[in-house]
């Protein structure tokens, strides 16, 4: 078994790194991190639970410790729940032992810090030997996108393999737990959509450029087609939906990108890791979905599920589609964690 820790585990992204640990073939919980507010109690107490399932027997009387390496021992890697501002400061410490999978955004545009999914851009991670020779440490970080970039960027790269993208716009419904657990007030988001995510908008449009970008002699290049994005948030608990427009250079049809859709498979399919889906892009021809409610638990929450797939005859070369992807699922910790799984299979 491969010993873990989480930081920020009593938080939104830290719970469900905790519910999709409990019984890992691989990876046993050791070390749970939090605030000072936290530290030192158990972590059943420490914890506002508030996912469907149970909280699991094992981690409710393991003490949460301080965020900081000198608290932790007996661990391979530890698994970032952390808020930007923290991470930015605490992930540096940890890399310098430990191996450092984080969902935070803190290191994710840094030249020599792999921003990964396993199924678009495994070979980033050749960036780890690069990072560890600049910065002298034993360990290292690997990132994961934005929880809105992985689900569109999961359905961008079976079309941008085969074709030619010219340009994406796309439009988010994001649900309230991407904020985190003190993210959005009620009053702010019953009854209500708020037509703006801090920052959200540049994350989207430069992760995803970068996502399908080209490693060369060390050296990210990003792809070169545009990316727009509008993000809004909307009174849903789980699951970001985006309606996404996509316009190409080359002159293809409709079943031309539902079927790269429907047979993408990436090197988690291959190597058959224990949290990737069978298919990570399912297509539906339900015309009233995909929905968030309805399918974001799909393949326990690890597929993106796309619907409503149709040309746009508004525009040439033009289709249009609904995605609906996990976002503490498939888009954090589950992420995360196959990040994680590739790393133990191939290095
Ligand atoms: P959250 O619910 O607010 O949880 C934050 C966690 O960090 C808690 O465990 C909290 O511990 C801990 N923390 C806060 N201040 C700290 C400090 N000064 N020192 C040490 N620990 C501290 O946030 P979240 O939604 O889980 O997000 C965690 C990270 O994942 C963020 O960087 C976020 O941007 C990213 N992310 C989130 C999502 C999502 O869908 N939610 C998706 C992708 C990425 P206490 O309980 O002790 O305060």
Redesign the pocket.
């Known amino acids: 078994m491969v010993n873990v820790g989480i930081l920020?585990?009593?938080?939104?992204?830290?719970q469900r790194f905790i519910e999709l640990l409990d019984k890992h073939p691989t990876f046993d919980i050791t070390a749970l991190t939090?605030?000072a507010?936290?530290a030192g109690k158990r972590y059943e107490d420490?914890t506002t639970w508030f996912l469907d399932t149970k909280m699991p027997e094992f981690v409710k009387d393991i003490e949460v410790v301080d965020?900081d390496p000198g608290k932790i021992s007996d661990v391979d890697i530890v698994f970032s729940?952390?808020?930007?501002g923290?991470?930015a400061k605490v992930e540096p410490e940890f890399a310098q032992t430990y191996i450092v999978a984080s969902?935070?955004?803190a290191m994710r545009m840094e030249d020599d810090v792999p921003l990964v999914i396993p199924e678009v851009n495994p070979e980033y991670l050749d960036l780890i030997e690069i990072q560890q020779k600049n910065r002298g440490w034993d360990g290292f970080v690997v990132t994961n996108p934005?929880?809105s970039t992985i689900a569109l960027t999961l359905t961008l790269k079976p079309i941008y393999d085969q074709f030619d993208i010219k340009r994406v716009y796309v439009s988010t419904m994001q649900a309230v737990?991407?904020a985190?657990?003190?993210g959005v007030p009620s009053m702010a988001i019953v009854d209500n959509l708020v037509p703006f995510i801090p920052d959200e908008e540049d994350k989207l449009e430069i992760e995803t450029l970068h996502l399908l970008g080209d490693l060369e002699d060390g050296v990210v290049n990003p792809a070169s087609f545009g990316v727009s994005a509008s993000c809004h948030r909307v009174a849903v608990l789980d699951g970001h939906t985006e309606a996404v427009f996509i316009e190409m250079e080359d002159d293809i049809n409709l079943e031309e990108i539902k079927t790269s859709m429907t047979e993408f498979r990436g090197l988690p399919q291959k190597l058959d890791l224990h949290s990737a889906p069978q298919k990570p892009v399912l297509v539906t021809n339900e015309e009233n979905r995909p929905q968030p409610r309805m399918d974001r638990n799909a393949s326990d929450g690890m597929s993106v599920v796309v619907g409503r797939l149709r040309e746009d005859f508004a525009f040439e070369n033009s289709f249009r589609y609904v995605l609906v992807g996990h976002?503490?699922i498939r888009?954090?910790a589950g992420a995360s964690i196959l990040n994680a799984e590739l790393i133990n299979e191939i290095l």
């Not at 920020?8 to 830290?14: N, P």
């Not at 729940?81 to 930007?84: D, E, G, K, M």
């Open positions: 920020g585990a009593t938080g939104m992204v830290g939090a605030s507010r936290s420490a965020t729940a952390l808020p930007p923290i991470a969902n935070a955004s934005n929880c737990s991407g985190g657990y003190d976002n503490t888009g954090a």
